[in-house]
Nanobody
Framework: VQLVESGGGLVQLGGSLRLSCAASGFTFSSYPMAWFRQAPGKEREFVAFISYNGGSHDYADSVKGRFTISRENAKNTVSLQMISLKPEDTAVYYC?????????????????WGQGTQVTVSS
């Protein structure tokens, strides 16, 4: 299993970014996917979750209405569109998967992780 994130960078307050995660080594269309983030000195936290077929989504309260998770099973990719970014969104963003994942699962329950991509929001 390989997950490779991209799309991070430096953006100003109120700006937008689109993160992508390219997956390989497993049957992507059968696996739920999630995004987590970890800010310096803080625990890794849940951001967004999407079911295997894209039919259901879940978001952390802190990002609802600003972030949108989506997937393209034909391309083995999952994306996170982020708008109205705030300095508190600054973190390393990770995509993760597990065959039986649920949106309520904590980070330790996920078996597979990408290497992360840095998102920095300046004020």
């Amino acid at each position: 299993v390989q997950l490779v994130e991209s799309g991070g960078g430096l953006v100003q307050l109120g700006g937008s970014l689109r993160l992508s995660c390219a997956a390989s080594g497993f049957t992507f269309s059968s696996y739920p996917m999630a995004w987590f983030r970890q800010a310096p000195g803080k625990e890794r936290e849940f951001v967004a979750f999407i079911s295997y077929n894209g039919g259901s989504h879940d978001y952390a309260d802190s990002v609802k209405g600003r972030f949108t998770i989506s997937r393209e099973n034909a391309k083995n990719t999952v994306s996170l569109q982020m708008i109205s970014l705030k300095p508190e969104d600054t973190a390393v963003y990770y995509c993760a998967t597990d065959r039986w994942a649920r949106s309520s699962w904590p980070p330790l329950s996920y078996d597979y992780w990408g290497q992360g991509t840095q998102v920095t929001v300046s004020s």
